[in-house]
């Protein structure tokens, strides 16, 4: 086992996971703005996007964080007649995030950040081994 390539494979995991984590942060604190102008846009929620690259001094596979994708779905509408965003019906257009989404998304992605982490500190224990047992 190559130990510079796991540990190439597992760093491009944690920053993948780390660019995911903060998208999703950037959702939940924007999940109740809502637009300051009648008719206004409010946030849409994004949605991050990875690829796979080969690293060409190590053959490592490693993720890389993509473009970041708006979400097409429709925007949640919340009646409020005294909102300066409001409608002629007082309604007034919400971001399309989901909060129970965003949570399971954000844990998913610390339990990948986790696994990742692992990943690093398994490798520098066996490199570690190697050079015990290479000193005797």
Do not use: C
């Not at 849409?44 to 779905?73: C, H, M, N, W, Y």
């Amino acid at each position: 086992m190559d130990f510079l390539k796991s540990l190439t494979t597992a760093a491009s995991g944690l920053k993948a996971q780390s660019s995911r984590m903060r998208i999703i942060a950037e959702n939940i604190a924007n999940a109740d703005s809502a637009p300051t102008s009648p008719g206004g846009e409010p946030y849409r929620r994004k949605i991050p996007t990875f690829s796979q690259q080969v690293d060409r001094d190590t053959g490592a596979a490693l993720i890389e964080t993509g473009r970041v994708r708006r979400d097409t779905t429709p925007f949640r509408t919340k009646y409020e007649p005294g909102n300066p965003a409001a409608d002629s019906k007082g309604e007034v257009r919400m971001p399309n995030v989901n909060g129970l989404i965003e949570n399971m998304d954000m844990r998913e992605a610390q339990r990948s950040y986790e696994a990742n982490l692992n990943m690093v500190t398994a490798t520098r224990r066996m490199v570690a081994k190697t050079l015990e047992i290479l000193k005797a």
